[in-house]
């Protein structure tokens, strides 16, 4: 069985109703909350293209496709590194450790493969471009609020021996936020 390095399974197929697809390759942001930055095979081809301009660790990776998309999408390390496992067992990318990280680089398959799908790269980050630009305005706000929140949180976690009543009063100031910008 011949693997293909980016698999087009889903490309023409309708995704509304499922859930788990959304901004991906027709159109717009559709909208719901748990859906997926990227259709089916597009986050391999970013990460792809990504390492074509440099070679990067995964973290990097993680900080560029954040900065990429205005915030509006980091994706975790359990997305990440198996995605560049995958293109290190495909041939596509190598890696190199340096201390306790790796460096992945392409490889001339990666390469050839990253040209081959060139048209589709480029659309993919053009999209990324008009993301960030659509959330310009209010993006540094929001990430400062999020931001904030993330440390408020965390300030309270370090503390450590949280009574159940300290608990409950944080996860229902969280939920009573969530509630206010839904209804914003």
């Known amino acids: 069985m011949r693997h293909h390095w980016y698999d087009r399974s889903h490309e023409g197929r309708s995704h509304h109703g499922h859930g788990h697809h959304g901004w991906g ?3 717009g942001r559709e909208g719901s909350r ?3 930055m990227f259709d089916h095979g597009d986050l391999r081809l970013v990460i792809l293209a990504l ?3 440099a070679p990067r660790h995964g973290y990097e990776l ?3 496709l954040e900065e990429m998309t205005g915030g509006a999408y980091s994706p975790s390390p359990g997305v990440i590194y198996p995605t560049l496992t995958l293109l290190e067992e495909q041939g596509l990318a190598s890696a190199e450790a340096e ?3 790796k460096l992945y680089t392409l490889t001339e398959a990666g390469r050839a493969a990253l040209e ?5 790269a480029d659309a993919l980050f053009r999209r990324m471009a008009e993301t960030m630009a659509d959330r310009s305005t209010y993006a540094p706000r929001f990430v400062r609020a999020m931001e904030n929140l993330k440390t408020a949180i965390r300030l309270k976690l ?3 021996g949280l009574d159940e009543k300290t608990i409950e009063a944080v996860a229902d100031a969280i939920d009573e936020a969530a509630k206010a910008v839904e209804r914003a």
């Open 62 to 64: 993680i900080k560029a």
């Open 25 to 27: 390759r027709h159109g």
């Open 158 to 160: 370090a503390q450590g």
């Open 99 to 101: 201390g306790s990280k």
């Open 34 to 36: 748990s859906r997926r």
């Open 51 to 53: 390492l074509g301009q």
């Open 116 to 120: 081959a799908e060139r048209p589709m």
